[in-house]
C-alpha cells in the first residue's frame, strides 16, 4: 500500500503508469477529489488519459484509506495543499498537471499559488476561488446529526445528478463511496471552504488553466466560475450541459476528452 507519510498522518495514494513507449517523458497527472469523493472518482478518466498520462490519485485526508483525524483536529487550506504536495513528492512527481474537484479545486488552485514552478497545467472541475457559507455548515450539520451520514449522502445526491445521469449501479455505487465519509470530516473539510477567497491572487496564476464547470451547480452558480475565468490570465472555460455537481463522475468521458485536447493544444503551442 502506498504512502504519503506527513506530520498529521499517511495518505493513501495510487499510480497508474501505463503510458506507451512513444509516449513517454510527459508530466504526470494528479487528481484531488472533493467532499464526498475518493480516489476512485477517477476512474472513468482513465481510459483516454492512461496511454499517454502517468496517472496519480488519492484519498483526501480524513475519508478512506487515508489518515482520520480527530474531530478536534485543526484543518486548514494550507494544510489540504501540504497534503497535495507531499503524496506528489512521495509518488516522485516534480512537475505535474494539476486535476482537482469541488474542495479539490480549491485546493488546486492555492497549491499553484503557493508552488507555481512545480504546476505545469491547471484543471478545476466544479470548484471555485470563493469558499462556502457558515449557513451551509450548519446545515449539514444538522443533518448530519438528526440523520446520520446516509440521510445526509441522500439529500445531497440530488445535488450531485440528474435523476437520469446515472445507471443505477454507478449512482449506487458513488453513494456507498459517499456514506463511508466520517461526520466529523465531512464537516472539518467543508469548514476550511468558510470565508475563503482566492479573488486578490488569481492573477499571479500564470500557468494554463482549464475550467470545467456544470450548469446546475447549486453550490458554485455558472456566474462564479466566469468570474474566475476573467481574473485568470490564461484560462479556458467549458460550461457542460445538464449536469450538476458531481460532474466530473456523471460525466467523466467528456471531462477526460476536454483534458485531452486542453493538453494536446498546450503541447502543441
Known amino acids: 500500500m502506498a504512502l504519503a507519510r506527513t506530520a498529521h498522518g499517511a495518505l493513501h495514494y495510487d499510480v497508474l503508469d501505463q503510458v506507451a513507449p512513444w509516449q513517454a517523458g510527459g508530466d504526470p497527472i494528479l487528481f484531488h477529489h472533493g467532499i464526498g469523493g475518493s480516489a476512485e472518482l477517477w476512474a472513468g478518466w482513465r481510459p483516454a488519459l492512461a496511454d499517454r498520462y502517468r496517472l496519480v490519485t488519492f484519498d483526501m485526508r480524513g475519508c478512506g484509506r487515508s489518515d ?127 470565508g475563503t477567497d482566492l479573488t486578490a491572487r488569481l492573477g499571479e496564476i500564470r500557468c494554463p488553466t482549464l475550467l470545467l464547470h456544470p450548469d446546475g451547480s447549486p453550490f458554485i452558480p455558472v456566474p462564479i466560475m466566469a468570474e474566475l475565468h476573467r481574473h485568470l490570465p490564461n484560462a479556458e472555460l467549458n460550461v457542460i450541459g445538464h449536469s450538476r455537481h458531481g460532474l466530473p463522475y456523471s460525466h467523466a468521458d467528456r471531462c477526460a476528452a476536454l483534458l485531452c485536447s486542453f493538453l494536446d493544444s498546450r503541447r502543441a503551442g
Open 68 to 194: 482520520i483525524p480527530a474531530a478536534d483536529f485543526k484543518w486548514s487550506l494550507d494544510l489540504l495543499v501540504d497534503d497535495l504536495f507531499a503524496v506528489a513528492d512521495a509518488a516522485g512527481v516534480r512537475r505535474f498537471h494539476l486535476v482537482g474537484e469541488s474542495i479539490g479545486g480549491t485546493v488546486a488552485l492555492a497549491a499553484a499559488l503557493a508552488e507555481p514552478t512545480r504546476i505545469a497545467t491547471l484543471t478545476v472541475s466544479n470548484g471555485a476561488h470563493l469558499g462556502a457559507s457558515i449557513q451551509r455548515v450548519e446545515a449539514w450539520r444538522r443533518q448530519l446529526d438528526e440523520g446520520g451520514v446516509k440521510e445526509w449522502s441522500d439529500a445531497f445526491m440530488p445535488d450531485r445528478f440528474h435523476d437520469d445521469a446515472l445507471s443505477p449501479e454507478r449512482r449506487a455505487w458513488f453513494a456507498a463511496q459517499q456514506e463511508k465519509w466520517p461526520r466529523d470530516s465531512i464537516l472539518n473539510a467543508l469548514s476550511v471552504l468558510v
